[in-house]
């Protein structure tokens, strides 16, 4: 069943995210997407599909995940004594 930009547009709306593109002609046509804190990104519906995901955010996620790292352990040193 071919999809169309209606269907694609609510499928990632559903998510959270924006289609900045406002033509849609397969899962192969790359098209810009932008993510729930507001990035762009250009990818094709399919690998959207597929990941889900915002690079930018994936990459501060890692930095607040080492950011709070050392607190976490040092907490649990404390917890086990
Ligand atoms: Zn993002």
């Known amino acids: 069943m071919a999809l169309k ?5 609510e499928e990632i709306e559903q998510e959270g995210w924006k ?3 406002d033509s849609y002609k397969n899962l192969q046509t790359q098209m810009e997407f932008e993510c729930p804190n507001g990035h762009s ?3 094709t519906f399919d690998y959207w599909r597929k990941h889900r995901n915002c690079p930018v955010c994936q990459e501060n996620k890692y930095i607040k995940i080492n950011d ?3 607190k ?5 040193v404390l917890a086990f004594d």
């Open 5 to 9: 930009y209606e269907n694609v547009k």
């Open 19 to 21: 289609l900045i593109s």
């Open 41 to 43: 990104n250009f990818y």
């Open 68 to 70: 709070r790292a050392p």
């Open 72 to 76: 976490k352990k040092g907490f649990r």
